[in-house]
């Protein structure tokens, strides 16, 4: 920690992937939204939503969920329960490669973060 000027904040919790207690720079931690009564990221519980939602209409009648009131609602209410939980670089480096193959962006990681050695 010899290159960061100033006082660092140190915060210590399990990583949402693994459970793995670590310590980490809060303000440089990769983290995801989290909900909890789905137990999946706010981003993949919002694609389910978006297929479940092809499923459920005619493409022709409501073109997307913006047009459909149910699925705004379960956006809402998603987006309302969704908690921010750090994510260790182990799970991330894991998880970037099916997040890429499945259109999401990669989970960003900063080696400033990392406090307890955790690559």
Do not use: K
């Not at 493409?59 to 459909?68: E, F, K, S």
Request: proline share 8%; charged share 20%.
């Amino acid at each position: 920690m010899s290159d960061m000027d100033g006082p660092v904040m140190v915060a210590m919790s399990a990583c949402i992937g693994c459970g793995r207690v670590f310590t980490y720079n809060p303000e440089l931690v990769p983290s995801l939204l989290y909900v909890p009564s789905v137990r999946n990221s706010l981003e993949l519980a919002l694609a389910e939503l978006a297929a479940i939602h092809t499923d459920r209409h005619d493409r022709t009648v409501l073109a997307d969920q913006a047009d459909c009131d149910t699925c705004q609602e379960t956006i809402r209410l998603l987006t309302d329960e969704a908690v921010r939980e750090p994510i260790c670089p182990s799970c991330a480096a894991t998880a970037n490669p099916h997040r890429a193959a499945n259109g999401f962006e990669p989970i960003p990681t900063e080696d400033t973060a990392a406090l307890d050695g955790w690559r």
